[in-house]
């Protein structure tokens, strides 16, 4: 297994994650699309299809 990879993948992960609870406990998560989460998805994105790329 590719520990770098690995490693990559779970900081995206969390950083979703920690943005989805803040949105949450500050109530708004649920009023639309939050942009800072909008944010998060995108590179995201970005960075999985840079590793598709690289990795194959």
Same mark, same amino acid.
């Given at each position: &297994? /590719? $520990?770098?990879? #690995? *490693? +990559?993948? =779970?900081? &995206?992960? @969390?950083? *979703? !994650?920690? $943005? %989805?609870?803040? #949105?949450? %406990?500050?109530? %708004? #998560? ?5 942009? +800072? &989460? @909008?944010?998060?998805? %995108?590179?995201?994105?970005? @960075?999985? /299809? $840079? #590793? =598709? !790329?690289?990795?194959?």
């Amino acid at each position: &297994m /590719n $520990t770098q990879l #690995l *490693d +990559e993948l =779970i900081a &995206m992960k @969390q950083r *979703d !994650a920690d $943005t %989805r609870s803040r #949105l949450v %406990r500050e109530g %708004r #998560l649920y009023d639309g699309y939050a942009k +800072e &989460m @909008q944010q998060v998805h %995108r590179e995201n994105a970005h @960075q999985l /299809n $840079t #590793l =598709i !790329a690289q990795q194959g």
